[in-house]
């Protein structure tokens, strides 16, 4: 069987987003960081460990009527680097392309240092980070030094949140 005949095989969906090439195992975690509340009717799929070409193996997510955000975009990258979103119109796939982990990453979590400005209750100030590697994942905060790794950053996006 070729590889559109594979994907014929999972539901189509008329509006929304694909997120495909997620790394395996992660889907899940890619879907709990989505904001979907205004989804709750939405179609969904959920793919977890299909044969990929590319990858071997792969995670997919479909979500109907759901289109992402640039900070989603980016905490997708954060956990799966090699993921492309695909917006579906009409049945078809209007826009293609892989996420992107921007250069400064902007309160999209909390620092991991509770003594860090960015976590202090009375003036609370946005948490600002710069990627210094991405692979392996680090990045560091712009305000007390705190460098982070990709364990640390998996729980502040997934469990801090
Ligand atoms: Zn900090």
């Known amino acids: 069987m070729n590889e559109?005949?594979?994907?014929?095989?999972?539901?189509?969906?008329e509006n929304g987003t694909a997120i495909d090439h997620i790394t395996p195992g992660s889907a899940l975690k890619v879907l709990e960081l989505l904001d979907l509340k205004d989804e709750k009717k939405s179609s969904m799929t959920v793919a977890i460990r299909v044969d990929s070409n590319k990858m071997g193996k792969k995670d997919l997510l479909k979500i109907e009527d759901k289109f992402l955000t640039p900070t989603e975009s980016a905490m997708i990258a954060l956990i799966s680097p090699e993921a492309t979103i695909n917006i579906i119109k009409s049945f078809?796939?209007?826009?293609?392309?892989?996420?992107?982990?921007?250069?400064?990453?902007?309160?999209?979590?909390?620092?991991?240092?509770?003594?860090?400005?960015?976590?202090?209750?009375?003036?609370?100030?946005?948490?600002?980070?710069?990627?210094?590697?991405?692979?392996?994942?680090?990045?560091?905060?712009?305000?007390?030094?705190?460098?982070?790794?990709?364990?640390?950053?998996?729980?502040?996006?997934?469990?801090?949140k």
């Open 4 to 13: 559109e005949k594979k994907k014929m095989k999972i539901t189509r969906i």
């Open 92 to 160: 078809e796939v209007t826009e293609k392309h892989q996420v992107e982990l921007p250069e400064k990453l902007t309160g999209i979590f909390d620092c991991s240092n509770p003594n860090c400005i960015t976590n202090q209750e009375r003036e609370p100030v946005e948490s600002k980070f710069k990627v210094s590697s991405k692979d392996p994942l680090s990045v560091r905060c712009l305000y007390c030094d705190n460098l982070m790794e990709e364990d640390q950053i998996t729980h502040q996006l997934i469990w801090a």
